[in-house]
């Protein structure tokens, strides 16, 4: 048999420990797509309701009037859900572990109480900075506990929050900012990754420069490596550690309504700036915490790792938002997985005995390439569960994340989502689902995927299309922050009445699905999420550049690296300085991820008579696949073809 139909059937073990087993999911499956408003106006009472919903599903997909409400006229409060309700339950159990980039660092457990003292006085030292209901907040943070509780205080009283990852430059923060508008940013002294030092603070300052709208800057102590400027800007910057100190430790939540904004989130699509994804409050937590449950077979006392950073969606819901919801023990973890060396993640699974863990399939091929010798020296007999998530798992990887590092003993859940879905929508459920390696399987309750071909047909059977899902789940964006015309362009307009994923899919004879990759403009780098024609925006920017291309081509570890096709300013001469000028600078203007991994010189670009790019000859030429480039003909100028190929960045 070969790995790609080989099936790893449910373990019995795993199946009568879990919520969910084959009969419950098909049958749950079937309820939730014959009768949604049944299935959600049922699961949603897993929240705590202030005023309970008597409405449970009004959404359209039907172009161009989209519309997405769920439980609208319900009223509750997501730091209430995730924080207060398990005081009774649960106040000394840890909710959150952390661990430190520096392994000699001690960790940090806090508890639900704790937990909820720290939120309070957040929120507290929000308000009096006169953050109100309704205003937006920048979050630019490290991965240290008080990510949570910034976000937990903004869901506290109903201030919507966007968090920029901390790995963005200066220049991408301040864009991010202006966007909506924050008056308010939270930001560390200097973030700590891998023993390097990140001057977050700095970064905001430069930021300031470009987002005159900002008001007060409220600091927290991380280092304490900038102490005498952690303050520079007086009447502007917030000293948090002090503001603390000087506010109650209680905080009254908010009262919110189902359909109030809680967080946007910037993500790259293929055209235009990052789009500023709004999620809503009752129907995103409903679908965070049910699927963090049903997923990841969520038990009371089990430790959870989702080793993602809080900047992208994955940290909102499976490190924050759907493990506190339920009640979970969450480990945050601030530091990378090769330092001080490869088998970090594994010594942090022993030491906190942790039983599922999730990370991307990034790390898993970086660390199997670091060789199994950092793997055999732990124990991970704590394990019980394995999820990946970010890119298509190659075969390879899965067989030895479930052999070496779950020693064929745990589930691989392959969970396949975005940003803009807000939690899971394919992925193998533990105790339900045999495994292939390599496919994110069936889709969870409420969803429903189709592939469509070109023309606009829905494909049955086993097929290759394009991923739509047909109806709304509880979970999904709700608009484009700012832009709803941009919103139902980018989603709904490909396909009418449908919600365009953006990805590539096979569906095989079992119904199970494959997703294959992006379809349009995007790219995905170590699980990072690209739009060529920003990184291309930012080359452009550049006084030398007259114009470049950007694709992405296979890369063993990175899963796609970023090709550059450039043009130079007449009379500027390419070289390998510049090559690593522009490098910098590309990295200055976006952040470290947007890293160029190949920079070709070209003195033309492959267009059509209409100005047109072709992307396809260039993306042939960066997988250096040039042999068959396809119709040339249509080119105004089919001549820059040979000079591509002569000067392609691959050969040896
Ligand atoms: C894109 C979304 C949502 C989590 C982190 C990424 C790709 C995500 C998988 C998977 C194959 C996957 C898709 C998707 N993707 N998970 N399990 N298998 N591809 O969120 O930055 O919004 O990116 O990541 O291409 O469209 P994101």
């Not at 023993?195 to 470009?210: C, I, Q, R």
């Not at 209680?250 to 809680?262: F, I, K, Q, S, T």
Request: charged share 25%; with cysteine; aromatic share 10%.
């Amino acid at each position: 048999m070969t790995t790609a139909n080989k099936i790893y059937y449910v373990p019995d073990d795993v199946k009568e420990r879990a919520f969910i087993d084959r009969p419950t999911y098909h049958s749950m499956y079937y309820e939730s797509v014959e009768d949604p408003e049944k299935f959600w106006g049922e699961h949603g009472k897993r929240l705590d309701w202030i005023e309970p919903y008597t409405k449970v599903k009004n959404t359209s997909f039907e172009y161009p009037n989209v519309s997405i409400k769920w439980f609208e006229d319900g009223v509750l409060n997501v730091s209430q859900n995730c924080v207060d309700r398990h005081l009774k339950t649960r106040p000394d159990q840890t909710a959150i572990i952390w661990e430190p980039d520096d392994p000699e660092t001690p960790a940090k457990h806090i508890t639900y109480k704790e937990l909820h003292e720290e939120v309070c006085r957040f929120a507290n030292v929000l308000l009096a900075n006169g953050v109100k209901k309704g205003d937006t907040v920048t979050i630019y943070l490290p991965m240290i506990p008080e990510a949570a509780y910034a976000m937990l205080a903004c869901a506290r009283i109903g201030a919507i929050h966007s968090i920029v990852f901390a790995g963005f430059s200066a220049e991408s923060l301040a864009g991010r900012i202006e966007d909506c508008a924050s008056k308010v940013v939270i930001t560390a002294d200097e973030g700590l990754r891998g023993g390097k030092k990140v001057p977050l603070k700095k970064n905001v300052d430069t930021a300031l420069n470009h987002a005159p709208v900002v008001e007060k800057v409220i600091v927290v102590r991380h280092t304490g490596g900038l102490d005498p400027e952690m303050v520079s800007n007086p009447g502007v910057d917030v000293d948090y550690s002090r503001a603390r100190e000087e506010v109650a430790d209680v905080c009254a939540p908010e009262e919110m309504n189902a359909e109030d904004p809680l967080f946007i989130l910037y993500t790259s699509g293929s055209t235009g700036k990052p789009k500023g994804v709004l999620h809503t409050t009752g129907g995103y937590l409903v679908y965070a915490s049910m699927t963090h449950q049903y997923v990841f077979d969520y038990h009371d006392g089990d430790v959870f790792w989702c080793t993602a950073d809080v900047g992208w969606v994955t940290g909102h819901s499976y490190i924050v938002y759907g493990p506190l919801a339920n009640g979970a023990t969450t480990l945050m973890f601030e530091g990378v997985p090769s330092y001080p060396d490869a088998s970090r993640f594994w010594q942090v699974v022993d030491k906190h005995k942790v039983n599922i863990f999730y990370t991307a399939p990034t790390a898993i091929r970086a660390l199997m390439g670091a060789g199994d010798k950092f793997v055999e020296g732990t124990s991970r007999e704590s394990l019980r569960l394995l999820g990946s998530v970010g890119e298509p798992i190659n075969p390879e990887a899965w067989e030895w994340y479930y052999e070496k590092i779950g020693e064929e003993r745990c589930p691989i859940v392959d969970t396949w989502w975005q940003t803009e879905t807000g939690g899971i929508l394919i992925s193998p459920l533990p105790g339900a689902t045999d495994l292939k390696a390599g496919s994110a399987t069936l889709p969870f309750f409420g969803v429903q995927p189709a592939l469509m071909d070109a023309d606009g047909n829905i494909l049955e059977g086993p097929a290759t299309g394009n991923l739509v899902i047909l109806d709304s789940w509880p979970g999904q964006m709700r608009t484009v922050f700012g832009d709803h015309e941009r919103f139902v362009e980018t989603y709904f307009s490909a396909y009418k009445g449908k919600y365009f994923t953006g990805d590539g899919c096979r569906r095989d004879g079992d119904d199970y699905y494959w997703i294959t990759g992006r379809v349009d403009d995007v790219i995905n780098v170590s699980g990072h999420r690209m739009g060529t024609a920003e990184v291309e925006s930012a080359l452009v920017a550049h006084p030398k550049v007259s114009e470049a291309a950007v694709v992405g081509y296979p890369h063993d570890l990175k899963g796609q690296g970023i090709y550059c096709y450039v043009t130079l300013m007449e009379g500027e001469e390419s070289s390998d300085d510049l090559r690593v000028e522009l490098r910098k600078w590309v990295r200055e203007e976006i952040g470290p991820i947007a890293s160029p991994d190949k920079i070709q010189f070209a003195p033309g670009l492959p267009k059509t008579r209409s100005g047109k790019i072709m992307r396809r000859i260039l993306r042939k030429i960066a997988e250096d696949d040039f042999s068959n480039l396809g119709d040339t003909s249509t080119l105004a100028d089919p001549g820059v073809v040979d000079d591509l190929v002569e000067n392609r960045q691959h050969k040896a």
